[in-house]
């Protein structure tokens, strides 16, 4: 599915209508964006404990981003 939305000055956007139904979200529920090194952006649903859990795990997540872990990890 492909859906375009335009960013407003204050860097708001409307979900389509399509995207909202495919990823079942409603006002008040919480999504996560991911962003990749390629520039692509992925986008989910979350819930309120997923988000606890990735807030508990966030600072812990750059020990491993050092040019050498990048570089020895980068085949796998």
């Known amino acids: 599915m492909l859906a375009v939305a335009k960013i407003t000055a204050k860097g708001q956007t409307t979900i389509p209508q ?3 139904v495919a990823l079942q979200v409603t006002p008040g529920d919480l999504i996560a964006w991911e962003v990749g090194t390629n520039g692509t952006a992925t986008v989910r649903r979350v819930q309120p404990m997923d988000v606890e859990y990735l807030r508990a795990v966030e600072g812990t997540l750059g020990e491993w ?5 990048e570089e020895a990890y980068r085949g796998l």
């Open 18 to 20: 399509d995207v909202r």
């Open 65 to 69: 981003a050092s040019a050498a872990d």
